[in-house]
């Protein structure tokens, strides 16, 4: 079968790889569909590694997908061939003390599709998954609608780490796919106001008409200044979605005493830093958000519900052998790209 492999920094090649086949009874083969560029995958097309997870060269990328199935291993009852299915790229063994204690997406033994040292990614004709990753998403939902899932699952688990938004004012750092997938379910949650930073006037453009209150670029205002300046008693939740120190900063900033700093976006430096008097006194609490935690259905459910108003998302569409120009697009930020996807199969 085929795929796009990574070969070297910014390079990406089609090429052969053994074929994607059932070697257990919990198996499902999968005929890879649509595939969303993050900018984790960038990130390793870009620099070869993200923290202590480095490439090895040939190395495949990607992990949020959709699929139709092709076959099923003999022990299988929730799906069957021909279903389409989203994918949840977490794999966990179900059997450690985190499993136990209904923590898989932090696992001991996890792996995770497209992160090295783990699992090759989902840019390939075809790919096996254990079935418990495998969600049927229903006929109103496109294939590409699907692959959207993974990224929103994240948002719909930073909402419910967040805690009760109703009638709250947030931030949102970053607005690129997953700073949206942070806001959608906010706002269909009650939040009272959603602030949003984003250097992509498309982006910032696209974040008013989802129904931010103000939007801003932080390389043209000062973000701290025009926020506070219409919220004086500051943000009860900010999510940093962009995993950058500046933002980092600001976040804290823009807290009210006793506020939450939601840690979405992945640094690609090793080590970041905080002022700690400000977040001492303060008191403000961290959060890290980690992937997500069985919030794939609900995201299912979400994207069924409001599929219209998600679609905007969906900007650029590419073929299987364009894998390296998305890569390109995704990376340089141009043409207000947000979601860039990769027709694996054709459909």
Not at 51 to 71: I, K
Not at 114 to 122: F, L, S, T
Not at 214 to 234: F, M
Not at 255 to 278: E, Y
Request: aromatic fraction near 6%; charge should be negative.
């Amino acid at each position: 079968m085929k795929a796009a492999v990574l070969t070297g920094l910014r390079e990406m090649e089609i090429a052969e790889v053994d074929d994607a086949v059932i070697s257990g009874p919990n198996d499902v083969l999968l005929k890879v569909e649509q595939v969303g560029v993050c900018g984790s995958d960038v990130h390793y097309y870009t620099t070869g590694k993200i923290g202590s997870q480095v490439v090895e060269y040939p190395y495949r990328v990607g992990h949020e997908f959709s699929a139709t199935v092709q076959d099923v291993g003999a022990d299988v009852t929730s799906v069957q061939p021909g279903d389409r299915v989203a994918v949840e790229p977490a794999m966990s063994c179900w059997e450690c003390d985190q499993c136990k204690a209904g923590r898989p997406h932090t696992c001991r033994k996890l792996r995770f599709l497209g992160c090295p040292g783990q699992a090759e990614g989902c840019l390939s004709e075809y790919i096996t998954m254990p079935s418990e990753c495998c969600f049927r998403i229903p006929d109103s939902l496109s294939l590409q609608q699907a692959a959207l899932v993974e990224p929103v699952s994240i948002g719909m688990y930073g909402n419910r780490l967040a805690g009760d938004l109703a009638g709250k004012s947030i931030g949102i750092l970053g607005f690129g796919p997953i700073g949206m997938s942070m806001c959608l379910p906010a706002i269909k949650a009650g939040v009272e106001k959603v602030f949003v930073t984003d250097k992509i006037r498309e982006r910032a453009t696209a974040a008013v008409e989802q129904g931010a209150v103000w939007a801003g670029n932080p390389d043209e205002v000062d973000i701290v200044e025009q926020i506070s300046s219409r919220e004086p008693k500051l943000l009860d939740v900010v999510f940093e979605c962009c995993g950058q120190q500046e933002a980092l900063d600001q976040a804290v900033e823009l807290l009210k005493p006793g506020g939450k700093l939601m840690l979405v976006g992945i640094p690609q430096v090793d080590r970041i830093d905080f002022v700690i008097d400000h977040l001492r006194h303060k008191e403000v609490c961290i959060q890290n958000v980690r992937r997500q935690n069985h919030c794939m259905q609900a995201a299912i459910d979400f994207l069924a519900e409001n599929s219209e108003s998600t679609d905007f998302m969906l900007t650029h569409q590419f073929t299987f052998a364009q894998s390296k120009q998305a890569f390109d697009l995704v990376d340089s930020y141009s043409e207000g790209v947000i979601k860039a996807m990769i027709g694996v199969s054709g459909r």
